[in-house]
Nanobody, 119 residues
Framework: QVQLVESGGGLVQPGGSLRLSCAGS????????MAWYRQAPGKQRELVAA???????NYTDFVKGRFTISRDNANNTVYLQMNSLKPEDTAVYYC?????????????WGQGTQVTVSS
């Protein structure tokens, strides 16, 4: 059974930092492309950052220079370090593991962790 479990969310003041973690099990973690998405109330889920298997991280424009994605394949964990947080970063953050093999798409999601940026 595949599980992705996020942790590290919470309430933080503007300008503060949080580090999200996503622990994976039930998959060969190292061969999956990993990503963080977020969904704010009333909005669609959007990509925040991604780190491919064996590739370089990439970020959406609104987090460049503030967020850093990294992965530890030995411990089946992907991280999202979030600095200089803004109120507009408030959302539920989701971890995603995705891999395409031949005609099959393997796509898994965590349950999400709430991040609230407010004074």
């Amino acid at each position: 059974q595949v599980q992705l479990v996020e942790s590290g969310g919470g309430l933080v003041q503007p300008g503060g930092s949080l580090r999200l973690s996503c622990a994976g099990s039930g998959i060969r973690f190292s061969i999956y492309n990993m990503a963080w998405y977020r969904q704010a109330p009333g909005k669609q889920r959007e990509l925040v950052a991604a780190i491919p298997s064996g590739g370089s991280p990439n970020y959406t424009d609104f987090v460049k220079g503030r967020f850093t994605i990294s992965r530890d394949n030995a411990n089946n964990t992907v991280y999202l370090q979030m600095n200089s947080l803004k109120p507009e970063d408030t959302a539920v953050y989701y971890c995603n593991a995705r891999r395409r093999w031949l005609e099959n798409l393997y796509d898994y999601w965590g349950q999400g962790t709430q991040v609230t940026v407010s004074s």
